[in-house]
């Protein structure tokens, strides 16, 4: 304990305060120089005390280093018990991006490559990855897991084209979700339907995110997107 004291210089002088104070007011002198009343050692008491216990109080106090124990992230994004902000949209955390591959027009940031709003289905999107598939194979992102993410939800759908007369014109496409090279989630989609995937449970440790898109032969309407994908420390439902 006396070492932690000596480590520890404010919780040290409180403790050595109250120490010098208790032992007045049971003594009730120093070598003649202090001499304090009935009443002054019963207030000298009290005092003492309350130094002794803030001095405890600041030495068994957790110390917080710079980083975090996931991955030794730092900054304001590294919350040691908790996710912020909460929901953690991918689109609006580039920090937390590692790299891309193969991806038709490249990785679109809140917007596809072709046009800035963003439609899947009837649902515009104001947090979306655009990930337009590849031709004859599969493209993808990675991303760093943010510390204090529990769950990973998003949506995969194939984005309408608002300039094209009949934007009903879609191709097919598969979605894969990876946790560090583990497939966690994959959907085909095809039309301009929506799917949403579940509530993705980030396990303890897990590092890298990875979002794929496969063509699965031509790429041509292969508008693939993702809407919204973010973190949480909840487990929310669709929509959420």
Do not use: C
Not at 4 to 26: C, D, N, Q
Not at 194 to 199: E, K, N, R, T, W
Request: net charge neutral; proline share 6%.
């Amino acid at each position: 304990m006396w070492e932690a004291i000596a480590s520890a210089p404010v919780a040290k002088l409180l403790i050595l305060a109250g120490v010098v104070f208790l032992f007045v007011a049971a003594v009730g002198k120093i070598a003649g120089k202090v001499e304090p009343g009935k009443g002054g050692r019963v207030i000298t008491g009290i005092i003492g005390a309350i130094l002794m216990v803030a001095g405890i109080s600041m030495l068994n106090r957790p110390q917080h280093s710079g980083t975090s124990g996931n991955g030794g992230y730092s900054g304001p994004e590294a919350h040691a018990s908790g996710l912020s902000p909460d929901p953690f949209y991918l689109e609006a955390q580039r920090g937390f991006f590692l790299r891309e591959f193969n991806i038709h027009g490249g990785l679109q940031w809140g917007r596809v490559y072709w046009q800035k709003n963003v439609w899947i289905g009837d649902k515009s999107y104001d947090h979306p990855l655009g990930m337009h598939a590849p031709d004859n194979g599969t493209g993808y992102a990675d991303f760093k897991i943010p510390p204090g993410a529990k769950y990973f939800r998003t949506v995969f759908g194939l984005a309408r084209d608002e300039k094209d007369p009949n934007p009903e014109k879609f191709g097919s496409a598969i979605g894969r979700i990876y946790l560090d090279g583990q497939a966690v989630w994959e959907s085909g989609v095809s039309g301009p339907a929506a799917i949403h995937s579940p509530a993705i449970e980030i396990r303890v440790g897990a590092k890298e995110l990875r979002l794929e898109v496969d063509s699965q032969g031509s790429n041509w309407g292969d508008q693939t997107t993702w809407g919204d994908p973010y973190f949480s420390a909840k487990k929310r439902t669709a929509g959420s």
